[in-house]
């Protein structure tokens, strides 16, 4: 913008050329005037700038009968605030303005956030409330809209949010509780996050501060190893009948001895009084011991996986051995498959060869009875496996072959995945013919997908997926696994860490498998997607919009329009408690046996509240689903309520759920379990190659407080208590050496012996330490020179000498250098006998020390001073004869 004013006859004209509109702060740019003045008045000009604005140049030039240029070179402060400036430029007649030309000038915004730590204690006590301080300051040039949150504790004064004006600071404190463990000391971490407005990413400065116990930890001279013990009461209504039944619980994990060798894991749970693995209740006795992470057995339950194809999860009873020697491994199982009524035992083993880093090669061999349609066979599969992982691209391939009454056919398998530069490739194939009984059998999937990274928050693609298969699946994680068909392409958006938006166009094919079948549909749709990810609030909400055929109703029927929209949103409440909910809204035909267009409303909540560390409950409710979900497992209510403490478990659980088997008559499935669980730490071993340490520190006057001082022993660090005891237990036998750290008792307090102090830990014994504190004292003192000019010009450098003095009493020596004022200082020395001498190393025969060593006695709580002079040394030649002698005069 230029605008102006005039004020005065029309003979004078003002203009201005282009100038550089956009500064940053702190920046410099240039103007170039031009007045015209056809009058024969004398005028002037001068600039009307903001506060603090600064010109640096300025020139006046004729450049014609009529015409004056005026240039200007301006600075603007490195705090001016963003935004617009109007500058006037004047023309004046005897010091009257006679016309104005404004001109705009913008501060572009300039952002930087800084963060600092300014204040923490030395140390904390487990119990005492730590209290940190940060400096926030905005060093840029436009008011900033802050969110404030620490990860430990809670910030001081503030709310989550505020404004910060520019070129300002505040002071934050932060503070938290710190707990009482079973460390004797250990870190505690504090931080202050500060988020802008337009960056997830946070300014984040963090700090740690060693904490102490208030007193010894109870030494416990035994290895233990966790188990847990207990009991559990279930109530189940099956089909309308409900059945009581109690089990018993134990189970513990964990290592067997003090180097981590031998690693233990076990589950025992029984008796199996109900038959309904698919909601828990089922028995289970297994065992686990590895050696080294080399060697594994497995006895009783465990779940099996030999491969993507022969068999990718199966939990049975039996055995299975497992090695690794240097580059190979090798494993062999026998077991019978529990919860797969189509499969007795199996047996097989496998052996694999890391070949290098990222390329390993297996080949594997596998037997199982196999039950179908009422007859019993025996299959045996071979097969052999690569998997390579590299930085940009990963390929895992299988093939294997099965025998099945002299049948032969095969299974493949291959997933790969590419990421180059901005491309992101995905494939994967599952291929098994009707006589091959491994994992799959007469399954056919097929997955593609293609994305593009066009920036950092935008990205297309297309997926297109064709799902045919028939998994052996336990009951345990059973699914019908209906046949699907889907072709897609998509664009997602994602401007920040808690927003996304996922836009999708889809033809879509999906068929039920069960009897009777409750959908088989083809659609076509747009769907909107979008997510909000906050600390207080989650969301997610969907809207889709297209046609639909409706198959199951007839091939012949045309399609339908429909649409469906979903949201789901979760609040905290508090700090320990969550809500949420689930609304959706369908309107469609897919679903009805006549094809006629319904409206389906499905809806639900939950809840999630967290007590500190030992209430824990759930709740989740849903009023119904859409055919198309309950292909698998489904939960029309859960809820759960867990007392944690140290040593006892309490828990309640309840829910009813819908299961899809091949006879629907397990439906609105209640269950409800009660469980109790006590917590043990079973001695394994006493650990005799330990030792400890107990010290005292004892005041050798009145008025010390003994109590805050930090310990430190080796790696180990602790604080006295009121009495000035301190201990060190479970200690590996070695030398160490114990040390004061001081501590906000300690000025003008020292130890009365040697420190450090080496003590010698013994295993199986407890070592006694005495350490008495003094109150100190202190000598201070100047050097004085004694130096003529012209023997200082005569000094190698023209400079005075160096003097170090030192203070020894025979077993303790301090050593200073005097300062820029020749001065020095010894402070915080142990009350006795010394002795304090000056010297100055070389040029030993220019300068030297007057009185160069004195005795002094160094009170408790006194500070004495002591002085020393160095001169220079006098020379003088005499002639004799043919003759001469040096001496030296002092």
């Known amino acids: 913008m230029i605008s102006f004013s005039a004020f005065s006859q029309s003979k004078v004209e003002t203009s201005v050329s282009n100038y550089e509109k956009v500064i940053i702060a702190g920046g410099h740019f240039s103007l170039f005037f031009v007045v015209s003045n056809t009058s024969s008045d004398s005028l002037t000009a001068a600039l009307d700038l903001p506060e603090n604005w600064n010109i640096l140049i300025s020139k006046t030039l004729k450049v014609g009968p009529n015409d004056t240029k005026y240039s200007y070179t301006l600075s603007t402060p490195k705090t001016v605030d963003a935004g617009f400036y109007f500058p006037k430029f004047n023309v004046l007649l005897n010091n009257n303005v006679v016309m104005t030309k404004v001109f ?168 199996n009084e109900l038959n309904f693995p698919t909601i828990g209740s089922y028995d289970q006795y297994s065992l686990e011991y590895d050696y080294k992470n080399t060697i594994k057995v497995s006895i009783g339950d465990y779940v099996n996986r030999v491969s993507n194809l022969i068999e990718f999860s199966r939990f049975g009873r039996g055995i299975k051995y497992e090695q690794k020697v240097s580059k190979s491994e090798f494993q062999a199982f026998y077991q019978k498959a529990r919860f797969l009524p189509s499969q007795k035992d199996s047996y097989g083993f496998n052996y694999g060869y890391n070949l290098k880093d990222g390329i390993k090669f297996s080949f594997n061999y596998f037997n199982k009875d196999v039950i179908k349609e009422n007859s019993i066979f025996r299959t045996n599969i071979l097969g052999i ?78 997926n297109s997926n064709y799902t045919r298969i028939n998994p052996s699946l336990d009951i345990l994680a059973y699914s019908s696994s209906p046949i699907s068909k889907t072709n897609m392409a998509f664009a997602s958006f994602q401007p920040n860490n808690k927003n996304s938006f996922f836009l999708n166009y889809t033809f879509q094919e999906r068929e039920d498998r069960q009897i009777p079948s409750s959908f088989h549909y083809k659609e076509e749709f747009s769907n909107l997607s979008y997510s909000l990810n906050d600390d207080k609030v989650l969301l997610f909400s969907q809207f889709r919009y297209g046609n639909a055929q409706n198959l199951l109703a007839g091939d012949q029927l045309k399609p339908k329009q429909f649409f469906n929209s979903m949201i789901q949103p979760s609040v905290k409440i508090s700090k320990w408690l969550w809500l949420g909910g689930y609304f959706e809204h369908q309107n469609t035909s897919k679903f009805s046996q006549d ?81 109790y669980v006590l917590k043990l730490n079973v001695p394994v071993r006493k650990n005799k190659n330990i030792g400890h340490v107990t010290g005292n520190l ?183 004869g043919k003759d001469f002698k040096l001496i030296t005069k002092k």
């Open 698 to 880: 004892v005041g050798m006057s009145d008025g010390i407080l003994k109590g805050g001082v930090i310990v430190q022993m080796g790696p180990y660090k602790t604080v006295t208590d009121t009495s000035g005891n301190f201990h060190f237990n479970n200690l590996k036998p070695d030398i160490y050496h114990i040390t004061l750290n001081g501590g906000p008792n300690m000025q003008g307090i020292i130890a009365g012996i040697k420190i450090p102090l080496e003590v010698s830990v013994k295993a199986d014994s407890t070592e006694m330490v005495t350490i008495p504190l003094l109150k100190t004292g202190g000598l201070v003192g100047k050097v004085n020179f004694q130096v003529e000019e012209r023997n200082l010009k005569l000094a190698d450098n023209s400079k005075l000498p160096i003097v170090l003095v030192k203070l020894t009493n025979g077993d303790e020596s301090f050593l200073t250098q005097i300062n820029e004022k020749n001065e020095f200082s010894f402070k915080e020395i142990k009350p006795g006998n010394w002795s304090v001498s000056a010297f100055i190393p070389g040029k030993q025969e220019q300068y030297e020390v007057v009185n160069k060593e004195k005795n002094v006695v160094i009170g408790a709580e006194k500070l004495i001073q002591e002085s020393f002079v160095v001169k220079s040394v006098e020379r003088k030649i005499f002639f004799s």
């Open 385 to 462: 496996s690569s998997n390579i992982k590299k930085e940009l691209f990963s390929i895992e391939t299988e093939v294997a072959m099965g025998n099945s009454n002299s049948k032969l056919d095969l299974g493949l398998f291959n997933r790969f995945n590419l990421q180059f530069h901005k491309f992101n490739i995905h494939s994967e194939i599952i291929s098994a013919g009707k006589d091959f009984h491994g994992f799959y059998t007469n399954s056919r999937l097929l997955i593609n997908g293609l994305s593009y990274s066009l920036s950092k928050k935008i990205n297309i693609g297309v």
């Open 104 to 271: 705009d000038i913008e501060i572009d915004e300039f952002k930087k956030i800084e963060v600092l730590n300014i204040g923490q204690p030395e140390y904390v006590r487990e119990g005492d409330t730590l209290v940190t301080e940060y400096l926030v300051q905005n060093l840029g040039n436009s008011t900033e809209s802050l969110k404030i949150a620490t990860s430990r504790g809670e910030v001081f004064n503030y709310s989550d949010s505020l404004l910060l004006e520019a070129n300002s600071n505040i002071r934050i404190k932060v503070k938290q509780k710190i707990p009482v463990t079973e460390n004797s000391s250990w870190n505690a971490s504090a931080d202050l996050k500060v988020f802008t407005r337009d960056s997830e990413i946070p300014i984040y400065q963090v700090t740690s501060v060693p904490v102490y116990s208030n007193s010894s930890k109870k030494t416990d001279p035994y290895y233990r190893f966790p188990v847990q013990v207990g009991g559990s009461f279930l109530n189940f209504n099956i089909g309308g009948v409900s059945t009581v039944a109690y089990q018993y619980i134990g189970e513990g994990r964990g290592f067997l001895d003090l180097k981590e060798k031998h690693h233990v894991d076990f589950a025992v749970r029984g008796p």
């Open 595 to 675: 094809n006629t267009i319904k409206n389906l409303f499905y809806y639900g909540a939950s809840m999630r509240f967290n007590y500190k560390k030992f209430v824990h409950a759930n709740f989740m409710y849903r009023n119904n689903y859409a055919p198309d979900e309950f292909f698998e497992k489904r939960s029309f209510m859960d809820g759960s309520l867990l007392f944690d403490f140290k040593n006892h478990q309490l828990s309640l659980t309840t829910g009813r759920a819908y299961v899809p088997l091949s006879m629907n008559t397990n439906q609105n499935t209640l269950f409800f379990t009660l469980k």
